[in-house]
């Protein structure tokens, strides 16, 4: 079963804090019974989101990914992406 992303994340941040270390996406396959293929593809987004960071052989939470925790949303996971080209000048 695949998490939500926000329950992967929380995942991430304790595990991270937790072990002192960066994880993997062969971490969270394991903890969550889910494909190495559906881990990377999760992690991948996440990255995407600037809510994990690729460090040494593994990931790390962003500050942002902290922010987001600290808000207790549970699952209303939202991220906005807004880039400058793609506003309007008027």
Do not use: K
Request: net charge negative; proline share 6%; charged share 35%.
């Amino acid at each position: 079963m695949t998490p939500s992303p926000y329950r992967l994340l929380e995942f991430v941040a304790g595990t991270y804090d937790d072990l002192e270390r960066p994880l993997t996406p062969a971490d969270a396959a394991t903890r969550f019974g889910m494909t190495r293929e559906q881990a990377d593809e999760c992690f991948d987004r996440l990255v995407e989101c600037e809510l994990l960071t690729r460090v040494d052989d593994g990931y790390r939470p962003t500050i942002t990914a902290r922010e987001l925790l600290e808000l207790n949303i549970d699952d209303e996971f939202v991220v906005v992406d807004a880039s400058l080209d793609e506003c309007d000048s008027d």
